[in-house]
């Protein structure tokens, strides 16, 4: 049974730092694309960036580019969303989903990823 668990959000001042991370189970990161999402209130969810496992290359939002990383730890099956200057509109809950395949050009909709995490919430204020 494939599950994701997502830790490491929390309060952060602007241009602070945070470390998410999305811990999978019944899956091996190899054969899936594993990607995030973020939904602030009032506000459509956004694909953020996705990671394809054969090959590890990565896709993110024009919005996060340059600011936000995504990388893994295999021996763990778990993918990190490493967030520096960090400003208010990132302010959401983060979600990590998951499916087997690629992230295709699409994947910013969540089409296609059947599993979710249950999410975890970034605050960005003064």
């Known amino acids: 049974q494939v599950q994701l668990v997502e830790s490491g959000g929390g309060s952060v001042q602007p241009g602070g730092s945070l470390r998410l991370s999305c811990a999978g189970s019944g899956f091996t990161l190899d054969y899936y694309a594993i990607a995030w999402f973020r939904q602030a209130p009032g506000k459509e969810r956004e694909g953020v960036s996705c990671?394809?496992?054969?090959?590890?290359?990565?896709y993110s939002a024009d919005s996060v580019k340059g600011r936000f990383t995504l990388y893994r730890d295999n021996a763990k099956n778990t993918v990190y969303l490493q967030m520096n200057s960090l400003k208010p509109e990132d302010t959401a809950v983060y979600y990590c989903?998951?499916?087997?395949?690629?992230?295709?050009?699409?994947?910013?909709?969540?089409?296609?990823?059947?599993?979710w995490g249950k999410g975890t919430p970034v605050t960005v204020s003064l």
């Open positions: 989903a998951t499916d087997r395949g690629v992230c295709s050009y699409y994947w910013p909709s969540g089409h296609g990823m059947n599993y």
């Open positions: 990671m394809t496992g054969t090959d590890g290359s990565t």
